[in-house]
């Protein structure tokens, strides 16, 4: 209920670190999956990449609109004790949650109007057009009216809400994979009046479920047949299939390399210190500090797959020890780190709670747009530092001041 | 608009429609089952085969036991046709196109749902509260209805739950009346008086509507003119088959002809076939017959509503 708030100047050092990161993962991308001349340089190691379960070979030298492949992105950053902004993780996939956002802010300018208006908090609601805005950008056909859909996976979803919520608030359809069919490598929705071609598929359906023809055979979400309408550029998806590979935990470890590569700038926001478990060293010095380690499996989320390691007891610290042995691909390892908190009114008292941001960024054929503010993710249970929505975690509102 | 929408409003309506029927039905019988002054129990066999699919040994278990009755067609889960099963799968058409019903219109099917729920039958039927049931229960489809009417566009979906609500009400219509003529073995010249009616009559809402129309003449003749010809009778079979007609008409510019005429003319042949009816020509033919020709005619007309419009695998 009380609003976190981020002063104008805060607010340009995390947009321009975004920005710049944004730009050079989008590089990153194109370059995967085409030349890979970042794994010929050996500044990404070759096997990390083939070792990579998102890496997705259907998607090689396919040619995307714009060369766009996070159109949305919501990257979490966390504060240390002394303030200063880190990369946590980067979600390049379909990050949810903007919904949140949104109507926090209905709420906070409900209770608090005027203090929204003399701190001259920045607008948010601004989103759903710039999205719409860029989705229209990406049509195949150069019509006037290009049919654009936002594919969900149905009401048993846990983000189906905010699907409505979206395809509501940019007056765009709202699709299940059954409503869409292929045809001669083109898409069509089933309407009351016959198929009508669809040109932009905003899709909240994860990869592995989007074509049962290339990826998972039994997935009844998806549509058979996208991909290959995808390859021969009929129809455009938001964000792109395989971005998988550049927000695996592991690949994290190396974006600050990659600014260093494609755009030969320093990176201005840093990386959490990641161990990667696959290196002798790295690992032996985790396994000697276990207790002030976080352990994640690289490829879950939503605060899954994860141990504290001040939290855990031994027996479950040393079993740890021995999945990561078995597979130290799969594990990452950082330092924890005491995360700033704000205040929160919980039990009608001001409680200290620990919380990250999640600014939501837009990109389109014209530059990266992040809207002021994000989602403040609160870890609802005094002391815990884990702030997914999944583990029992809030949200609030975040204010970013005018200048 | 998308055919898996279409389809969802269409049954969104026409479900509701059919919970709104039953409970009315439901909550005349029962108030009828409380005269015992007959000397005879109530006998629930006709609702129970009708509205059921129940085999006879089922039926003649509950058949006089008027709470049991209510316990199996309210709330009962395993009950395809109950109350409880029929506004969960209203709501779930619902929940998977909630971005196509007014916020107002989602909300009340929403916690007529949770109502539904929630509700514990066996406590109110302990209670004696089963008449008070029956109206929160009925209100809620007022309810529906009323926020539909005030806050729904006049769009094609509009148009799809008209059409799910007028279908539903002709069988629906059809169904009561071999309900009641079931028990005089269809014939149309019986004695039975207006007190035997009533009960027929309340469960349509025309009651009212009968006593100030027909005061003279062969009861049971008057009582098919109100449940089949009357145009001013919102649930005579052909009110709902002229709106059903009008309906259907406004997709005219839309869709193909090669399409669309199929379905004009098999709901063109239930209209006329209604329209140019009157008591000599439906006692020639015979009730039964009759009856089953409309129920037959509306079921061919909503196979091919659903192959054009809904097909979507």
Not at chain 1, 266 to 289: C, H, K, S
């Amino acid at each position: 209920m009380i609003p976190r708030v981020i002063t104008a100047a805060e607010w340009q050092h995390v947009e321009a670190g975004i920005r710049q990161r944004l730009k050079a993962l989008n590089m990153f991308l194109h370059d995967i999956y085409h030349e890979q001349a970042i794994l010929k340089d050996g500044i990404v190691p070759r096997d990390l990449i083939a070792t990579c379960p998102h890496f997705t070979r259907e998607v090689m030298g396919i040619d995307v609109p714009h060369q766009l492949y996070v159109h949305i992105a919501g990257v979490d950053l966390i504060r240390d004790g002394n303030g200063g902004f880190f990369i946590l993780e980067d979600n390049l996939r379909t990050p949810s949650g903007v919904s949140y956002m949104l109507e926090n802010r209905e709420v906070t300018k409900r209770l608090f109007p005027e203090m929204v208006a003399e701190s001259k908090v920045q607008g948010v609601s601004q989103y759903p057009i710039l999205l719409y805005n860029i989705l229209l950008s990406l049509t195949p056909r150069p019509v006037s009216k290009p049919t654009i859909v936002l594919l969900t996976p149905g009401i048993y979803n846990s983000a189906y809400y905010e699907h409505t919520f979206l395809a509501r608030s940019m007056g765009i359809e709202l699709v299940e994979g059954r409503d869409l069919v292929v045809d001669n490598a083109k898409v069509y929705m089933k309407t009351i009046r016959g198929l009508r071609q669809v040109d932009v598929i905003y899709r909240r359906v994860d990869d592995e479920f989007l074509d049962p023809l290339e990826f998972r055979p039994d997935s009844v979400l998806g549509v058979p047949g996208l991909v290959t309408a995808y390859r021969k550029g009929n129809v455009a998806i938001v964000n792109a299939i395989g971005n998988g590979v550049a927000d695996d935990k592991a690949v994290y470890a190396y974006v600050p390399d990659m600014i260093q590569y494609y755009l030969n700038e320093a990176p201005i926001l840093p990386n959490v210190p990641t161990y990667r478990m696959e290196n002798v060293d790295e690992r032996e010095l985790v396994f000697q500090n276990m207790e002030r380690m976080v352990v994640k499996k690289t490829n879950e989320s939503g605060g899954y797959g994860m141990i504290m390691g001040d939290k855990a007891t031994s027996e479950v610290l040393e079993a740890a020890k021995l999945d990561i042995l078995a597979d130290p691909r799969s594990y990452i390892a950082q330092p924890i780190i005491p995360i700033s908190t704000v205040p929160c009114y919980l039990d009608g008292q001001l409680q200290a709670r620990h919380v990250d941001l999640r600014p939501y960024a837009l990109c389109g054929p014209n530059g990266i747009e992040i809207v002021p503010g994000g989602l403040t993710r609160v870890a609802l249970r005094e002391g815990s530092l884990v702030v997914n929505s999944s583990q029992g975690g809030g949200s609030k509102d975040t204010w970013v001041l005018g200048a | 608009m998308l055919s898996r929408i279409a389809d969802s409003l269409f049954w969104l309506s026409r479900y509701v429609e059919r919970a709104d029927g039953l409970l009315r039905m439901l909550r005349v019988n029962f108030i009828t089952s409380l005269d015992k002054t007959s000397g005879t129990d109530f006998n629930w066999r006709p609702v129970l085969t009708i509205f059921t699919t129940l085999n006879n040994e089922e039926i003649d278990r509950i058949a006089n036991d008027a709470n049991a009755v209510l316990q199996f067609m309210i709330a009962d889960p395993k009950n395809e046709n109950s109350i409880r099963v029929i506004v969960t799968r209203a709501r779930e058409n619902a929940r998977g196109m909630q971005d196509h019903l007014t916020k107002e219109a989602w909300e009340s099917i929403n916690e007529f749902y949770h109502l539904v729920q929630s509700m514990d039958v066996a406590q109110a039927i302990r209670e004696d509260r089963q008449i008070t049931v029956l109206s929160d229960l009925i209100h809620r489809c007022a309810h529906f209805i009323g926020v539909l009417t005030v806050t729904m566009p006049r769009n094609h979906g509009w148009h799809f739950m008209n059409m799910g609500k007028y279908i539903e009400r002709t069988v629906q219509t059809a169904d009561l009346l071999d309900l009641k003529f079931r028990d005089l073995s269809y014939d149309l010249n019986n004695p039975a008086d207006v007190p035997y009616w009533r009960n027929l009559l309340l469960s349509v809402a025309g009651y009212e509507l009968y006593l100030k129309t027909y005061r003279t003449g062969v009861q049971s003749h008057n009582v098919i003119d109100l449940l089949v010809l009357n145009m001013q009778f919102p649930r005579s079979v052909l009110y709902s088959t002229s709106r059903l007609y009008d309906e259907l008409d406004t997709f005219k510019p839309e869709i193909p002809a090669a399409q669309f005429s199929p379905m004009e003319k098999a709901l063109g042949r239930l209209k006329s076939r209604v329209e140019f009816s009157d008591i000599s020509s439906i006692s020639t033919m015979g009730l039964p017959a009759f009856l089953s020709d409309i129920r037959n005619d509306t079921l061919r007309f909503s196979n091919l509503l659903s192959q054009v419009f809904f097909a979507y695998v």
